[in-house]
């Protein structure tokens, strides 16, 4: 079955990779409007699937759609491709031939549903929606999470496939639970690249799968993060119960159930961290629980969290107060101090729930010395004011070189789908730091590069041709232009 799903999408691929700009548009656009007239079916099927509350999935949804519309939009204006064209020097000794490059989509892509995001990362997320913007044909395997949901979803992406005129099996989805299915989708030879977000384990799984094959493809997956934030001394004096406050509400939002949830809390040991320490370890008691995604995560968390408490040196600042049934988490804020932190790895190890760690530290060198330690990240907070950024402009330079994304005054919680979005760190973060899984540059994950030498006029694709009939903008002869 694994190998006819492959077969057909790889048929499909040429005929819709060869779709205008304006057809591709026009059926994201479709897809968009398709989920949208699901209407309350969608989101009382994902709320009894994912215990996620109506106001979140109804948001979910506004950015499913939004972002099929961002990539619409992209793709008709045409830019993305990034054309270059050099010209014929014949005169030059040696001469020059003439040259143009642009981006090609790469062929049949597999998509892993996420578990976290039933609609804006799963069946229709952005892995999907870039992937078809690019020209690839997709195969969704289904997250067992939320299986009717991601049927509705698969069943408007159909509707758009039929009203729009695109290949039967420019889509496909494919809803089993084995996990030797999805060994097969990244292993069969047709199969061109991979989309994933969700667990280290997982990825690092398809990783390997994707190596083991006679042509090695890109897994391009998102994994682990623990989102540091450092609180600088100015801003922690003057602010720490609303700092604690602020970052209570940010690392049991949604019980933790974010990528980007902060789930590191460092600081120099001072008067107001105390009070910082007192604030958060009151705060987190009295915060609202609700049942995780799934009976599989709830169990994950509930191991990792008591794995985490029982190291040696850790202190519980605060914990769920009230007693939690079924898959309810028990939220909980640790604290541990630099030394104790920095000799224990385990301790650096993400917890995917409402659970947050605070170290204590002795220096500000000791901040940077857990920095230097810490592995890849997707974010990576300063909680500081002007003064504090200067004075601690190494800091925020050490940052850069750990995360994707680097934060001042904010929680790293809620991710813009915008083009200068970068949504992707160093491994573990993801696969390939310099690319990201949300923003209109998602994209060019699906894509190569083909250089045509000499090619005759008549067989240029339209964005490489003399007069520019699609009028993007292009690299021609060092100058950018249309």
Known sequence: ???????????????????????????????????????????????????????????????????????????????????????????????????????????????????NFPLAFSTAGGDTASALAAGCTVVIKGHPGHPKTSALVFGAMQAAIAACGMPEHTIQHVDSTDFATGKALVQDPLTQAVGFTGSLAGGTALVEYARERKQPIPVFAEMSSINPVILLPEILSAQPEALAKQLAASFTLGMGQFCTKPGLILAQDCEALDVFLRTIGHEVPGLPTMPMLHGGIHAAYEKNLHTALEQPGLGVLGKTAKEVSGIEPTAAVALVDGDTFLANPKLHEEVFGPYALVVKCQSKQQIAQILEHLEGQLTLTFMATDADALANADLVELGQSRAGRVIFNGVPTGVEVVASMQHGGPYPATTDSRFTSVGSDAIKRWARPICYQNYPAALLPMELQDNNPLGIWRWVDGVFTK
């Open 1 to 115: 079955m694994n190998k006819q799903t492959m077969q057909q999408a790889a048929t499909a691929f040429p005929v819709y990779r060869k779709k205008s700009n304006a057809e591709r548009a026009e059926f994201l656009e479709r897809i968009a409007s398709e989920i949208e007239a699901l209407g309350d079916t969608l989101i009382q099927t994902a709320m009894a699937e994912s215990n996620l509350p109506e106001a979140r999935l109804l948001g979910e949804r506004g950015r499913t759609a939004n972002q099929l519309r961002l990539f619409a939009n992209l793709v008709r204006e045409g830019s993305w491709v990034e054309a270059v064209i050099d010209t014929a020097q014949p005169e030059r000794i040696p001469p020059r031939p003439d040259l143009r490059k642009m981006l090609n989509p790469l062929g049949p892509v597999v998509v892993f549903g996420a578990s």
